[in-house]
């Protein structure tokens, strides 16, 4: 386990990479889920010497309680639903197709501003997908879901803290989890940063422009 609160999500990045070392192997990249996600990955990628890429998810919120998932769409058409969920709330089909058309439309948009007409990166080999932490698990299981549609070899989801129950059933979905901490008492991911500002649109590109950039200063 590692000590809490992580000072910002560049120190959750920095701790990720020290232990994924020796456990990557060529060919790899290293994908951020936006926006949160991309400065730990961008950490990762840059101390790994490993290319850096973006993997477009929206979580599905409740409708009036929008931080709370129940479900989630990624890149390839994927969509998951917490049917069990849904039911128990009594949210109905013209409700949740509603949510479902609203997030596809920002996720279209910001698929346009991290990735233009860029193709994704040869996935065929490991694919370390990283956000900089997991509360219900929704985004993330979306998120390993398209990268198999998306035609990827060996899938390591890394986060820095995690939910103890979305844990085990991301386990069951991803070939490996690297998690620094899990802890028990867990009610949102901002809860254990010291530093955890929103990352801006504008912030992401320049992870991705600094990643790409020739002659950038690695590990």
């Known amino acids: 386990m590692t000590e809490l609160p992580l000072e910002d999500r560049h120190d959750a990045g920095e701790r ?9 192997t060529a060919p790899a990249v290293v994908l951020g889920l936006p926006r949160g996600g991309v400065p730990v990955a961008a950490e990762i990628a840059r101390r790994l010497d490993l290319p850096l890429d973006v993997l ?15 479900g989630a769409i990624a890149s390839g058409g994927v969509t998951v639903v917490d049917d069990d969920l849904v039911t128990r709330l009594g949210i109905g089909p013209r409700a949740l197709d ?20 860029r193709a994704y990166p040869d996935l065929a080999g490991t ?13 993330m299981r979306a998120a390993v879901q398209a990268l198999r549609r998306l035609g990827a070899g060996r899938c390591i989801v890394a986060v820095p803290v995690a939910a103890p129950d979305s844990l085990t059933l991301l386990r069951d979905e991803a070939d490996e989890v690297v998690c620094l901490a899990a802890p028990e008492r867990f009610s949102s991911v901002g809860q254990w940063y010291r530093h955890f500002d929103q990352t801006s649109d504008a912030e992401v590109r320049q992870c991705l422009a600094d990643a790409a950039a020739p002659g950038t200063p690695r590990g």
């Open 127 to 139: 694919v370390v997908l990283v956000d900089d932490g997991i509360a219900t698990g929704a985004t």
């Open 98 to 117: 509603a949510v479902i058309e609203r997030e596809r439309a920002e996720l279209a948009r910001r698929e346009q501003a991290y990735r233009g007409d």
């Open 56 to 70: 477009v998810v929206r979580k599905l919120g409740v409708p009036g309680h929008e931080e709370f998932a129940m």
């Open 16 to 24: 990720l990479a020290r232990h994924l070392a020796g456990r990557v």
